[in-house]
């Protein structure tokens, strides 16, 4: 099993953002990990459904999070899979000479950042908690919201490339998923209960460029934003990406 469990965005003003995504997506209020303070960044972490979203902004210089803003602005900044054999993937991870830039072993979770050189487009962390429905980053006592907010998922990423079959190859070669099949004008590596899509890149480079999300009242959604829905791609903009919207 290898599924989306959290995404990031990188974000200049933490407290702005996390009013401004309390707003959008009506979720509760977020946890804020002191343990993230060795990367220099502070965040902010909301679950969403089972899943969760994460904010983060540098509070010092020097950070990874800092030089994203310097290159590319705010945006889509790290992806968090779920994974129930962690063994397994840091063996494949050896084998096809991946480096990690962080791990990290604790009772209720395994985690591993893959050094972003050598997959392309983005940190991606491989985190595989105990017991699997519980999860670590999202603080000592979240739950998911009632009703159908509680149903709300994280299906999909969008990644720009120089190159995106050579990319989404990488990925699905280091993921250990079948092979990247051609999307629109670009090609898809498929996750458990989700996708990662591989586009061309722009002027700003590569990078998570969007991600899909299925949520439980699409109309409230937009009606929370100024920026206009593209009724071309039924998305819209937030914190530097595309939220390309589904209802449940």
């Given at each position: 099993?290898?599924?989306?469990?959290?995404?990031?965005?990188?974000?200049?003003?933490?407290?702005?953002g996390s009013r401004r995504l309390t707003?959008?997506?009506?979720?509760?209020?977020?946890?804020?990990?002191?343990?993230?303070?060795?990367?220099?960044?502070?965040?902010?972490?909301?679950?969403?459904?089972?899943?969760?979203?994460?904010?983060?902004?540098?509070?010092?210089?020097?950070?990874?999070?800092?030089?994203?803003?310097?290159?590319?602005?705010?945006?889509?900044?790290?992806?968090?899979?779920?994974?129930?054999?962690?063994?397994?993937?840091?063996?494949?991870?050896?084998?096809?000479?991946?480096?990690?830039?962080?791990?990290?072993?604790?009772?209720?979770?395994?985690?591993?950042?893959?050094?972003?050189?050598?997959?392309?487009?983005?940190?991606?962390?491989?985190?595989?908690?105990?017991?699997?429905?519980?999860?670590?980053?999202?603080?000592?006592?979240?739950?998911?919201?009632?009703?159908?907010?509680?149903?709300?998922?994280?299906?999909?990423?969008?990644?720009?490339?120089?190159?995106?079959?050579?990319?989404?190859?990488?990925?699905?070669?280091?993921?250990?998923?079948?092979?990247?099949?051609?999307?629109?004008?670009?090609?898809?590596?498929?996750?458990?209960?989700?996708?990662?899509?591989?586009?061309?890149?722009?002027?700003?480079?590569?990078?998570?460029?969007?991600?899909?999300?299925?949520?439980?009242?699409?109309?409230?959604?937009?009606?929370?934003?100024?920026?206009?829905?593209?009724?071309?791609?039924?998305?819209?903009?937030a914190f530097g990406a595309r939220l390309?919207?589904?209802?449940?």
């Open positions: 099993m290898l599924r989306i469990r959290q995404i990031v965005f990188v974000v200049r003003d933490l407290a702005a707003e959008l997506l009506a979720l509760d209020p977020p946890f804020r990990d002191p343990g993230v303070a060795e990367f220099g960044i502070d965040n902010a972490v909301f679950a969403f459904g089972d899943q969760f979203i994460e904010l983060v902004s540098p509070v010092r210089a020097g950070t990874a999070a800092g030089r994203h803003l310097d290159r590319r602005g705010e945006g889509g900044y790290m992806l968090i899979l779920q994974t129930d054999a962690f063994d397994d993937v840091q063996a494949r991870m050896r084998a096809l000479g991946v480096r990690t830039v962080w791990e990290k072993t604790l009772p209720d979770i395994r985690a591993m950042h893959l050094h972003p050189k050598d997959i392309g487009g983005a940190i991606v962390s491989i985190d595989q908690p105990v017991p699997p429905a519980s999860w670590r980053w999202g603080g000592p006592s979240w739950r998911m919201q009632a009703g159908a907010r509680g149903r709300q998922r994280v299906v999909g990423v969008t990644v720009a490339a120089a190159d995106p079959p050579a990319m989404a190859a990488r990925w699905a070669e280091v993921l250990g998923r079948p092979v990247a099949t051609p999307h629109g004008n670009g090609m898809r590596v498929g996750l458990d209960g989700g996708v990662v899509d591989f586009i061309g890149a722009g002027q700003a480079g590569e990078g998570i460029t969007g991600f899909a999300l299925r949520v439980s009242d699409e109309a409230a959604v937009r009606s929370a934003t100024s920026a206009p829905a593209s009724t071309a791609s039924d998305s819209i903009e390309a919207l589904q209802s449940l």
